[in-house]
């Protein structure tokens, strides 16, 4: 599918990196590589230096610049890896929990999408005044102007970095999915693509992924 981003969203200094990947399976066992990843990460970072890691800050400055306070909501990267270094890393099924690895080990938001849910192509644009999304709690959450979000033909089906859509994430019979990761100013969009690969791999050994994409950046230059 075709992923765009508008230029006002690249002039705020703004990043992403997508993927496709088929065949995975959401019923699978990925306990095995949840235990290894996670005990890894507790191994590399501590809870203490997280607010000092030039990732986190860079989102969390982001946060703060469009009104949202980071620690309060915090990006979904940062949020992963403090649960997982709590040994509290969610359990969800095996396609999520393959890419949420990833994402808590390179400290990126990840969205993860249902290919078929999908309507359309996705663009990265500004959210427009008094939109709306339901969020994948089923909160419905009214969208600003000062927020990028990623939407189909249908609406937005994530706010850029932290929250996505219930209409598109992943269930028990997703066989497609769209990895989109959200990059911050002062991330480098190589390591967005880094995450990706990571988040493939993952979805490889513990979601019995078959096929993927190449990783596809978008930013400016």
Known sequence: MRVRVREEVLERGLSFAYV????????????????????????????????????????????????IDPTKTRPAGEALLRRALR????????????????????????????????????????????????????????????????????????????????RTAVREDTERVLLVAHGAPGVEPEYLKEALERAVQYLKEGARAMTSGEVEILARG
């Open 20 to 67: 496709e990947v088929d065949g995975v399976d959401p019923t699978a066992d990925a306990g095995a590589l949840v235990e290894r990843v996670t005990e890894r990460l507790r191994e590399r970072f501590d809870l203490e230096g997280l607010k000092d890691d030039p990732v986190v800050r860079a989102y969390r400055d982001y946060l703060w610049s469009v009104g």
């Open 87 to 166: 040994g509290r890393f969610p359990r969800i099924n095996a396609v999520v929990d393959s890419y949420n690895l990833a994402s808590a080990e390179y400290r990126v938001p990840i969205s993860c999408f249902d290919r078929d849910a999908l309507v359309g192509d996705l663009v990265i644009r500004p959210a427009r005044e008094g939109e709306r999304m339901v969020d994948i709690a089923g909160e419905e959450v009214e969208l600003s102007r000062d927020m990028v979000v990623l939407a189909d033909e249908k609406g937005p089906v994530s706010v850029s970095p932290y929250r996505d859509s219930r």
